[in-house]
Structures are given as C-alpha cells and as structure tokens.
C-alpha cells in the first residue's frame, strides 16, 4: 500500500513524513512517499495534502504543479481513496476560502474559511499552541482520543460548516473552533498531527488503516 503526502512548496514536509513513516511501520501500512508528481498521486492507495501559510498561496501554489491538483481530485473523487487534509491542506477541502480575497476551495466539505475572532478580546490571533480537543463525532479515525486530548494549532482561519455534521471535534478559544471535519472518504485535520504527540500519531494511525 502507497501513501503519498502530495509536496507543492507549502512548508516543510520532514516532521510530516517522518511521523507517518513511524505509524505506517507500527501499523504495517506500507510505503510513504513525499511526492510533487502527479503519477505518483495516480497510483496512491491514501492521499494527504499538507499545507502551511495563506489560503490563497497554498490553492494557486498546488495549481502550479502541472497536473497535480487533478491528481489530487481524481483521488479524492472519482477514486474514493482515503484522504487526510492537514492545516491549509484542510482548509482547501471548503466551498470558499476568505483569507484577504474569495478563493474557491475543492467543495468537497461545504463550508468557508472565516478568520478566528475570539469573543475574548485578551485571545490573540493566529491561535498558536497547544489546546484540548471537544469530540462532537464518531469516526474510525478517532479511535482512541477523547475529549480533553491535546492537539497543536498554529492559525487565524478556520472552517465554519455548512453542515455541524461534518464536524467531528473543535476546540475553545474565545468560541468554538473547528478541528476536525469529514465526509465519505475525506478528513481533515486543522492541527498538525505531526507535532501533536501521542493524539496525532495515533490519528495518523488510525487513517492508516481506515478503509472508507
């Protein structure tokens, strides 16, 4: 079994592949592959689109990568494979995005990616850190987590649904925040699960061995 983390230039992708590499051997999941080729994408059994920085940026930067964002469609659609967004990589699976402009987004979980305003005016944005996950859903990727389980956030937009059952798990701050979303064979994290410790290994686990 192929797992491709799918590499457009949107942040450093080490911590990521390490840590799935480690799960993929604890869970005996095959072969990880750090990729920007579409073929690579083609012939994945399991896609994960990371992604750091501004909305805007990550969507026109994976359109830059000829062939790759079809790659990534054909994946998640037609082919119905498992599919894990992380932080930006998330964010893309919305209807819009709003960071600075509109931006359209795959639309494969409807929602818009609206700016963190925090009813405590004390709560600084971007939300940095570590902070207690609330499990609103149930899924074969939460097996094991529970509420209260710490997760590492680093961001100033998030997904507000269109449909509250698409959220799987938000965290406070200054409100409700989405951290975890899915749908069919989609599922998105807005933490790292890279750097949130035992909680995202055992995620990354856990969508590992997922069949959709």
């Known amino acids: 079994m192929l797992t ?30 750090v990729s920007q080729r579409p073929d690579d994408v083609a012939r994945a059994d399991r896609v994960v689109l990371p992604g750091d920085g501004a909305f805007p940026a990550c969507r026109r930067g994976l359109q830059g990568f ?12 037609p082919r119905g494979l498992p599919f894990l967004g992380i932080c930006v990589g998330m ?5 819009v995005g709003r960071e600075y402009e509109d931006v359209p987004g795959f639309g494969l979980i409807g929602g818009a990616i609206e700016r963190i305003v925090p ?13 207690d996950l609330v499990l609103t859903g149930a899924h074969p990727v939460l097996g094991g ?25 938000h ?5 409700d925040v989405t ?23 055992g995620l990354i686990a856990n969508f590992l061995r997922w069949k959709p």
């Open 4 to 33: 491709v983390l799918v590499d457009y230039d949107s942040g450093n992708l080490h911590s990521a592949a390490k840590a799935f590499e480690r799960m993929a051997r604890e869970t005996d999941s095959g072969e990880i592959l």
């Open 66 to 77: 000829d062939g790759l964002e079809d790659a990534v469609l054909e994946a998640v659609g």
């Open 91 to 95: 964010q893309m699976l919305a209807t």
């Open 119 to 131: 009813s405590d005016p004390g709560l600084k944005v971007p939300h940095m850190g570590w902070n």
């Open 145 to 169: 987590l529970k509420t209260g389980d710490h997760a590492y956030f680093v961001h100033s937009y998030q997904m507000v649904m269109d449909d509250p059952a698409d959220r799987l798990a």
């Open 171 to 175: 965290v406070d701050y200054g409100g």
């Open 179 to 201: 951290a975890i979303v899915a749908r069919d064979n989609v599922v998105g994290t807005q933490f790292h699960p890279e750097k949130s410790q035992a909680t995202g290994l």
